[in-house]
């Protein structure tokens, strides 16, 4: 069973000293990051995306940790775009793709392999081009040769995952240019407020109890993770949290997008992570199991619940509900208990007003709440409060990518250093 060190995670100085590359300091500068892309993004000439032809389509290529920002273009350009996106990681390019099309290459160092390729065999098929990069990189040089617009990432840039928000600004706003979503300055600077906001209520300074990140990653240590999306906006949302989960907390989170992942997900409240499954017919009782009330205290514009009889178990209080732990449970005669199955459900603001396909789908995020909560799965939830598209999806990024880094840290690991991968590295070189 992993062990988080709550009192770490109250402990600037310590936190400062595990987390070698400043992780903390880079994600609290999200906000910072959309407004100084704007004014990069403004200087590299973007309007003149909105001079050409619009495009038959767009096709974006991205990897690793900068492969959101295709998720993130496909999510919001899909409802109204009048060409489609789509996403690409590599070669081969599409047959179709030409002169008529644009690329969009996406490499925080403008050297991945993938991302670099694409722009390389798209330039020579002379279809349009948008990089987004360091400035003296091959993407950069392959863009300007073939005439493209090229945008830089500025200074002290170091790791994709941290810096997202540099990557994805000059993107929306080509994409703007062309016509294929709303995503104008003011929208991009609400988004920075609204970053700048979450950075400040999960900054190192604040205490486990209220941080709302520090209390995501405390509930989270002890679980076998699953992240479920309540639409499109949440599933993007989930599938970058199991990312940052994955990559910089080391601990494998499965995700979902409800509708089509409720089956999946609820099956697992079957198998051997739960309170009521994993055990041989007629050792317990097949009544369905009821946990205390649910505490949705603490943080107001994202609201985390637990079940109370979880959280006293854990600060080794009395729990109530019958889906706790064996009292008499020997742990040298029967083994260590195996973790539970945490469920993370990020849900979007509710719709105003409400429609009757809004009311469908919140009915379904009850029904897999109440259903986990009654298996006996620790549940939190995460809300994005009101705001354009890619404000509310700001909400939850901050919110997975700050409590990813706390469960790293929590854990006694450096949240930017991997030594496997670094391994990885040297024997694929």
């Not at 409720?262 to 079957?270: M, N």
């Not at 979007?348 to 469908?360: G, M, W």
Request: glycine share 10%.
């Amino acid at each position: 069973m992993p062990y988080i060190d709550e009192a770490l995670l109250d402990d600037e100085n310590e936190l400062a000293r595990k987390d070698s590359r400043e992780t903390l300091r880079a994600l609290a500068s999200a906000g910072a990051q959309v407004r100084e892309a704007v004014t990069l993004t403004q200087e590299a000439g973007i309007e003149r995306l909105a001079t050409m032809d619009r495009p038959r389509s767009v096709l974006v290529a991205a990897i690793g940790g900068s492969a959101i920002v295709a998720e993130v273009l496909e999510l919001l350009a899909e409802p109204g775009s009048p060409v489609p996106v789509q996403a690409r990681r590599n070669l081969p390019l599409p047959g179709w793709v030409g002169p008529l099309d644009l690329v969009v290459a996406v490499s925080l160092s403008g050297r991945a392999p993938g991302p670099l390729a694409v722009a390389a065999e798209a330039a020579r098929r002379g279809a349009m081009l948008l990089t987004v990069g360091a400035d003296d990189s091959p993407l950069a040089q392959v863009c300007r040769q073939a005439r493209g617009v090229h945008v830089g990432v500025g200074r002290h840039r170091t790791s994709s995952r941290t810096a997202l928000w540099t990557l994805l600004t000059p993107v929306l706003m080509g994409a703007d240019q062309l016509g294929l979503l709303e995503a104008p300055v003011t929208t991009l600077e609400a988004v920075a407020t609204r970053l700048d906001t979450r950075a400040e209520q999960m900054r190192p300074s604040s205490d486990s109890f209220v941080n709302p990140a520090k209390v995501l990653a405390i509930s989270l240590a002890e679980t076998v993770p699953v992240v479920l999306g309540d639409g499109p906006l949440g599933g993007v949302a989930a599938a970058r949290a199991s990312s940052m989960l994955a990559r910089t907390a080391r601990v494998p989170a499965t995700f979902g997008e409800l509708p089509d992942a409720a089956s999946g997900i609820v099956a697992c409240f079957d198998g051997p992570y739960t309170a009521i499954g994993g055990r041989r017919p007629g050792t317990y009782d097949d009544s369905r199991i009821r946990l205390g009330d649910i505490d949705t205290s603490g943080w107001e514009p994202h609201h985390f619940a637990e079940p109370e009889g979880e959280l006293m178990e854990r600060r080794g209080g009395a729990a109530d509900g019958g889906g706790e732990s064996d009292i008499f449970a020997d742990p040298y005669l029967d083994g260590p208990s195996p973790p539970r199955l945490g469920l993370l459900m990020l849900r979007d603001a509710p719709t105003e007003p409400a429609t009757p396909e809004s009311v469908q789908a919140e009915a379904l995020t009850d029904a897999v709440l109440t259903t986990a909560r009654e298996a006996g799965v620790r549940v939190m939830e995460v809300q994005a409060e009101a705001g354009a598209p890619i404000v509310r999806l700001a909400d939850h990024v901050a919110a997975a990518d700050f409590t990813a880094t706390y469960l790293a840290l929590g854990l006694g690991l450096d949240p930017s250093v991997s030594p496997h991968v670094a391994d990885l590295r040297d024997r694929t070189r």
